[in-house]
């Protein structure tokens, strides 16, 4: 049976490198292409960015460690592909946040709304 403590931290580790993975500007703009353009080798993304591809793989790295990559081996290429699923832990978490704000833009809308229009 596992520990539900040693779980919890599982699940804080693999989320911590999901968020680290996505604060990177050059990591979303190879998810966004992957997304846009689908799946793609290693030479096409780097053609994108102003880098080595060394540095891109580094990247491509953090990508697949945090799931939102795979990697298919065709021959000598490498074939990097979209793995959206964690996204949906990233929507899952922000969705609280979400409603909170609805919540204060609503009552805003309320209040300006009881206003009368020479004070608003």
Avoid at 1 to 19: C, H, K, W, Y
Avoid at 56 to 83: F, N
Wanted: glycine letters at 4%; hydrophobic letters at 40%; aromatic letters at 6%.
């Amino acid at each position: 049976m596992v520990n539900q403590s040693a779980q919890g931290q599982d699940q804080d580790q693999d989320q911590d490198r999901l968020f680290a993975a996505l604060a990177n500007a050059t990591r979303r703009e190879v998810l966004r292409l992957l997304r846009d353009q689908g799946p793609q080798p290693v030479q096409a993304l780097a053609d994108h960015f102003a880098m080595r591809r060394p540095s891109l793989s580094e990247h491509l790295k953090v990508l697949r460690d945090a799931g939102l990559v795979s990697e298919e081996r065709q021959g000598r290429q490498r074939i990097y592909c979209l793995e959206a699923a964690p996204l949906a832990e990233v929507q899952d978490w922000l969705h609280p946040y979400e409603r909170f704000w609805r919540e204060k833009l609503k009552s805003l809308g309320d209040l300006l709304d009881r206003m009368p229009d020479d004070q608003v």
